[in-house]
């Protein structure tokens, strides 16, 4: 078994979390209809209810507006001429920014990404910003018996999403495969983490909406999950929706600290961010709610605690950096 169990989890972190309120009602996973806010954004379902999270801590809920990635449909970011197509993962999230800037629609003012740039060798049109640590395991059923001291090494999970004939079995069980939903950044920062590309991803692999653990029902589901969004789910620090999953170990590395805390080494650890139109950095509104360590994203408060550490991410000691030329591309 893994060595942290759900259920022991869910126990040390309530343990160590219940002083402070963890366990108040989740942040509204929209804005109330009608409340349009200073600052519209949406994208990455990894980083969509520490958003949420932090819209609520910050200015009493009256500056960031951050929309969820589902359901489907359309999203109304202003009053006038804003209801948009809801961007689902973070490349959507960021199309979407690029798009409001092209038109200057105001529609939205920043995107969430769980990944990096895609391009930095033709535009800096756009700074992704870190603000916390995240890492990606992988989920199975935890009455699986893939969930037997699951510890994977890179190598078979290249082959797992592949589909190599040789990696189809594993403790007796045939593997089922399944990856985010295209345009997720969890998707993409997972498989090049494998080092493998979209066109060599094998045809048993199945998609699914990342980060939600109902999907896996069937004794040979595998998936990549993020671990920050495992611990507020477990946690009821948000809308539970892990089901029946556990996760395992990559290359011996262990997704959870002994306190049940995200282990920010993790061995797939990334920052995740939050997007804006590089133009836009000397805006006063932006740079007070994402720029440097002081900013009001990096700050966020509630009943005492981080609102970042809240949700299961880790604190970065480069919150807020603009600095970085690699951070800086997309089009």
């Given at each position: 078994?893994?060595?942290?169990?759900?259920?022991?989890?869910?126990?040390?972190?309530?343990a160590?979390?219940?002083?402070?309120?963890?366990f108040?009602?989740?942040?509204?996973?929209?804005?109330?209809?009608?409340?349009?806010?200073?600052?519209?954004?949406a994208?990455?379902?990894?980083t969509?209810?520490?958003?949420n999270?932090?819209?609520d801590?910050?200015?009493?809920?009256?500056?960031?507006?951050?929309?969820?990635a589902?359901p489907?449909?359309t999203?109304?970011?202003?009053?006038?001429?804003?209801?948009?197509?809801?961007?689902?993962?973070?490349?959507?999230?960021?199309?979407?920014?690029?798009?409001?800037?092209?038109?200057n629609?105001?529609?939205?003012?920043?995107?969430?990404?769980s990944?990096?740039?895609?391009?930095?060798?033709?535009?800096?049109?756009?700074?992704?910003?870190?603000?916390?640590?995240?890492?990606?395991?992988?989920?199975?059923?935890?009455?699986?018996?893939?969930?037997?001291?699951?510890?994977?090494?890179t190598?078979?999970?290249?082959?797992?999403?592949?589909?190599?004939?040789?990696?189809?079995?594993?403790?007796g069980?045939?593997?089922?495969?399944?990856?985010?939903?295209l345009?997720?950044?969890?998707?993409?920062?997972?498989?090049?983490?494998i080092?493998?590309?979209?066109?060599?991803?094998g045809?048993?692999?199945?998609?699914?909406?990342?980060?939600?653990?109902?999907?896996?029902?069937?004794?040979?589901?595998i998936?990549?999950y993020?671990?920050?969004q495992?611990?507020?789910?477990?946690?009821?620090?948000?809308?539970?929706?892990?089901?029946?999953?556990?996760?395992?170990?990559?290359?011996?590395?262990?997704?959870f600290?002994?306190?049940?805390?995200?282990?920010?080494g993790?061995?797939?650890?990334?920052?995740?961010?939050?997007?804006?139109?590089?133009?836009?950095l000397?805006?006063?509104?932006?740079?007070?709610?994402?720029?440097?360590?002081d900013?009001?994203?990096?700050?966020?408060?509630?009943?005492?605690?981080?609102?970042?550490?809240?949700?299961?991410?880790?604190?970065i000691?480069?919150?807020g950096?603009?600095?970085?030329?690699?951070?800086?591309?997309?089009?």
């Open positions: 078994m893994n060595v942290i169990s759900r259920a022991r989890l869910g126990a040390v972190l309530g160590a979390v219940l002083g402070v309120g963890v108040a009602a989740p942040a509204l996973a929209d804005p109330p209809a009608g409340d349009y806010r200073v600052l519209a954004g994208g990455s379902d990894t969509q209810d520490v958003l999270g932090i819209g801590a910050v200015d009493g809920g009256r500056t960031i507006a951050s929309y969820n589902t489907t449909g999203v109304k970011t202003r009053e006038v001429n804003c209801e948009i197509a809801r961007p689902n993962g973070s490349s959507a999230g960021v199309t979407a920014l690029n798009t409001a800037v092209d038109t629609s105001g529609c939205l003012d920043f995107a969430r990404s990944r990096g740039p895609a391009d930095t060798s033709t535009s800096q049109d756009l700074t992704f910003i870190p603000f916390a640590k995240d890492a990606v395991s992988v989920a199975v059923r935890d009455d699986s018996a893939l969930n037997n001291d699951l510890d994977l090494t190598a078979q999970l290249a082959a797992i999403f592949r589909c190599d004939a040789g990696a189809r079995v594993l403790n069980v045939t593997l089922t495969p399944l990856l985010p939903q345009n997720s950044g969890t998707r993409t920062f997972f498989l090049g983490r080092g493998v590309t979209e066109a060599q991803v045809s048993c692999v199945a998609t699914m909406q990342e980060h939600n653990g109902l999907a896996l029902d069937t004794a040979g589901d998936a990549p993020s671990i920050a495992y611990i507020s789910q477990v946690t009821n620090v948000v809308e539970d929706r892990h089901g029946a999953t556990a996760l395992g170990r990559i290359d011996g590395s262990e997704p600290t002994a306190e049940g805390t995200l282990n920010t993790f061995v797939y650890n990334r920052d995740v961010y939050n997007v804006v139109p590089t133009a836009k000397t805006d006063p509104v932006i740079d007070a709610v994402f720029t440097g360590t900013s009001k994203v990096c700050t966020a408060v509630s009943a005492g605690q981080s609102v970042i550490e809240k949700y299961g991410f880790g604190r000691d480069h919150c950096d603009t600095t970085d030329p690699a951070l800086k591309g997309e089009r």
